[in-house]
């Protein structure tokens, strides 16, 4: 039997928060070494630990807990809530997440899967849907009007799951248009983007959308 569009949604949630620890588990380990703000009591190796409902109330905790972080960490985690009743499939989720090394995988290949899920989620829901999701040939067709420039902000007063900037983005790295020097790559990647969403779900799904295409810091 198909999964409802709910379910789907939920589900995409629940990826978003499972994927973000897996890849901080990921670049807290060698050889990148960083420290990404998780307390080890709630990082993704405790919850690999854990199964049944002990699982599920470590998970509600660890949710709970993350989303008073600053920064990002935070953000992603504003409101989190577990919308996965069943742990067993709870940690078949944690199970399939877990066998991908995300950070090993190319930014364009961990972004595209993203925008793929985000995309079908849109599909799925429809109702409501294009209240975050702006149909991205339309949002490439715009890009290329204004033509964005190296060196300069880029902002969205309503910017949904991200898609502008992903697409402001791939224009200004494409080498058809500019040769970016490393100082135009930095600003890129931490200065150039600038957005509003007052959504919590759909501002999660945005940075996500971003980090996961290698814009910005855990």
């Not at 709630?42 to 989303?67: D, F, M, N, V």
């Not at 899967?113 to 149909?135: C, H, M, R, V």
Request: hydrophobic share 40%; net charge positive.
């Amino acid at each position: 039997m198909a999964h409802s569009p709910l379910l789907r949604d939920r589900y995409l949630e629940q990826l978003t928060y499972l994927i973000f620890l897996k890849m901080a588990d990921e670049y807290a380990k060698p050889p990148y070494n960083r420290d990404v703000g998780i307390p080890a009591k709630l990082s993704w190796q405790s919850l690999k630990a854990k199964r049944g409902a002990e699982l599920e109330g470590h998970y509600i905790e660890l949710l709970r807990a993350l989303g008073t972080r600053k920064g990002m960490l935070g953000q992603i985690f504003t409101k989190a809530q577990n919308k996965i009743q069943d742990p067993a499939k709870l940690y078949r989720l944690i199970d399939m997440v877990d066998s991908t090394q995300w950070v090993m995988m190319g930014a364009d290949v961990k972004g595209d899967i993203y925008e793929g899920l985000l995309e079908k989620n849109a599909e799925d829901t429809k109702s409501g849907a294009g209240q975050y999701f702006t149909p991205r040939a339309l949002i490439r067709v715009m890009v290329e009007c204004v033509r964005p420039a190296p060196g300069k902000t880029i902002a969205d007063p309503a910017c949904g799951t991200g898609g502008f900037f992903l697409a402001a983005y791939d224009f200004i790295t494409n080498p058809k248009h500019y040769q970016l020097d490393k100082a135009q790559k930095a600003f890129l990647k931490h200065d150039a983007f600038h957005g509003n969403e007052i959504v919590a779900n759909t501002r999660r799904l945005c940075l996500m959308n971003m980090f996961l295409h290698n814009i910005g810091e855990i």
